[in-house]
């Protein structure tokens, strides 16, 4: 079996390589993260073993990388540590993808045997293991600064505990110096009471910027952006806090971070430990999935005005008719207070497509002067139908097409295409029936002329109850009588 090893320790890798070795696998061996991911895209093993507190890049990270790399994430992740051990560190370690999690020290017998049996169970005809959604890596960010936060603490307090024990106060603050400034996070403690920062680690100067000596004593606030520094005091003084803030570099860039802090207890007082996490690329991800949507947005608006644009030259007696309905089914809405950015959007987009159907019944079918025939009829009635199938292929946001098929069911059944009846139909379908049946009396038509409003809210009134919705009419009446709506054009 071709074996990577992850392991920052010089003894515990070589004795880990030995061990494996005697069991007859080929074992390359790498001193922490960034050293296995590339090692393994220029030759990918069977298996990686990989321990969780590294420099460079730590375990977790390793992990996370390896799953959303293509090539390597069907290849097994097996952690074996000796820090990262309780329950919690397990069940965070396992949602990354990872295969298995052994504690160390493990028998070197057991050990073979739970590489085996992952490789096996692997190497079978499982399926492989699903892409990871960018939204995980979100996920991923949060979980890791709490586990690192959970153990730093931890850590801190079995440090301080043994330290005490032993009267040891030049070794407390050399352990504590070299697990901080293992972590690739920015790790810093100041006081309770003014912000001064005691201690920064070595990841902490790197990232801002700074030397050590020009950040210790300083106030942490003058570091980050004015306008941030107010808002972290507020949110820390409950004692724990996640919030986003921005660091001021010394080269005057902005970090914007991700700050996770706690108060905990340092050498027998209250401090508060702050890990900071530079959010740059995920800023940046957020503001191209902001561009995408405006893009897409732009898109979906170019096609409706292309799909009304269609049918009104399709029908030219229909001309304006499809921006009415959707004028009218708006003010319906907001009268209603449906919310803007679902309801009363998904309204405007059916309403200036809704009759796209249209365009495949006759013109001078559409356009004839006098009643339609049985079968001219049932032909026009079929332009539900084929607007919805239109739109469905167009990939239009969901629920557009069904509102545009539905926009001539009617409350108590009558209407088609399907027959539908009281709540089966949507409440955005039963806003623009109404808006439908309104404006087709409002304006002029071949086979007669326009009716006037008064004559179209005679007709709501009448079918209140039956064929249209109450809530739906009253709003419609309230839009006209009370608020004096009138068509834009």
Not at 100 to 125: I, Q, Y
Not at 249 to 277: F, I, N, Q, S
Not at 328 to 341: D, F, H, K, Q
């Amino acid at each position: 079996m071709r074996v990577l090893v992850a392991e920052d320790n010089d003894d515990s890798r070589k004795l880990l390589t030995k061990q494996l070795h005697a069991y007859g696998h080929d074992v390359r061996s790498t001193a922490n993260g960034e050293e296995a991911l590339a090692e393994a895209l220029k030759d990918p093993p069977e298996i990686l073993v990989t321990d969780i507190l590294m420099p460079e890049m730590d375990g977790f990270q390793l992990c996370m990388e390896w799953k959303l790399n293509k090539q390597l994430r069907g290849i097994p992740v097996v952690f074996y540590t000796a820090t990262y051990t309780s329950d919690e560190d397990e069940k965070f370690a396992l949602s990354l993808g990872a295969d298995a999690f052994v504690r160390k020290p493990a028998e070197a017998e057991e050990f073979a045997r739970v590489l085996a049996n992952v490789v096996e169970k692997t190497g079978s005809n499982l399926p492989p293991p699903p892409e990871v959604a960018p939204v995980a890596y979100s996920g991923f960010l949060m979980g890791y600064s709490k586990r690192l936060l959970t153990k730093l603490v931890t850590k801190v307090a079995e440090l301080e505990k043994d330290i005490a024990e032993r009267n040891r106060i030049q070794d407390e603050s050399n352990l504590k110096a070299q697990l901080l400034d293992a972590a690739t996070d920015i790790i810093i403690v100041t006081e309770l009471d003014d912000w001064t920062i005691r201690y920064v680690n070595e990841a902490g100067c790197l990232n801002l910027g700074y030397r050590r000596d020009e950040l210790l004593g300083h106030d942490l606030r003058d570091f980050m952006a004015p306008e941030y520094g107010k808002r972290l005091h507020e949110a820390v003084s409950d004692g724990t806090s996640i919030l986003e803030t921005a660091h001021v570099r010394k080269d005057g860039t902005v970090m914007p971070a991700e700050v996770h802090a706690r108060v905990t207890d340092w050498g027998g007082r209250d401090v508060r430990l702050a890990v900071v996490r530079d959010i740059t690329e995920r800023k940046k991800a957020e503001e191209r999935l902001r561009d995408s949507n405006v893009k897409l947005e732009q898109v979906v608006q170019g096609t409706l005005d292309v799909i009304e644009q269609i049918v009104e030259a399709s029908d030219p007696y229909t001309s304006g008719h499809q921006r009415r309905v959707a004028q009218l089914a708006v003010a319906i809405g907001r009268e209603m207070g449906l919310p803007e950015e679902s309801c009363i959007s998904l309204v405007r987009t059916a309403a200036v497509i809704h009759d796209i159907g249209k365009t495949t019944v006759p013109s001078e079918i559409l356009s004839k002067p006098g009643r339609l025939t049985p079968e001219e009829f049932g032909l026009v009635k079929t332009h539900s139908q084929v607007g919805y199938e239109i739109i469905k292929r167009a990939r239009l946001p969901d629920p557009v097409a069904e509102v545009v098929l539905q926009h001539h069911e009617r409350l108590d059944g009558s209407g088609y295409p399907q027959g539908l009846s009281g709540d089966d139909i949507l409440p955005e379908a039963q806003i623009l029936a109404v808006a439908d049946v309104v404006e087709a009396m409002f304006s002029h038509r071949p086979y007669r002329p326009a009716l006037g409003i008064d004559a179209a809210l005679n007709e709501l009134s009448a079918g209140r109850g039956t064929r249209y919705y109450p809530d739906v009419v009253a709003a419609c009446t309230a839009v006209f009588r009370e608020k004096g709506f009138t068509f834009a054009d």
